[in-house]
């Protein structure tokens, strides 16, 4: 069998199967946390932890009242200009 041979029966394969898109609402009934609880845990972290660099507080400031004025955590994120060090402990 050549190697286009066998792409072209991986995409039949995947092709005639269905594919299931699943949110995280679909954890909550497992006790698996959602985003809420994502959102209060890195609030807490970064209302604990200080930064000597003005722009990572400033960007933490940011995300934090974001969330505080009923943004959520993914419009939060995507709206806060995080700093690579802010950044790096969000993705921890």
């Given amino acids: ?3 286009d041979q066998i792409f ?3 995409q039949n394969v995947v092709s005639n199967n269905p594919v299931l898109v699943i949110g ?3 954890s909550v009934p497992y006790h698996i946390p959602g985003m809420d609880s994502l959102a209060t845990a890195l609030k807490l972290f ?3 932890h200080t930064y000597a660099n003005p722009d990572s507080t ?3 400031n940011e995300f934090i009242k974001n969330l ?3 943004i959520g955590l993914e419009d ?3 709206n806060t200009k995080a700093t690579d060090e ?3 402990d969000i993705v921890l």
């Fill in 1 to 3: 069998m050549t190697k």
């Fill in 8 to 10: 072209t029966e991986i």
């Fill in 24 to 26: 995280s609402g679909a």
């Fill in 46 to 48: 970064f209302s604990s």
């Fill in 58 to 60: 400033k960007a933490v």
């Fill in 68 to 70: 505080n004025n009923g």
């Fill in 76 to 78: 939060a994120l995507l």
């Fill in 86 to 88: 802010v950044e790096s």
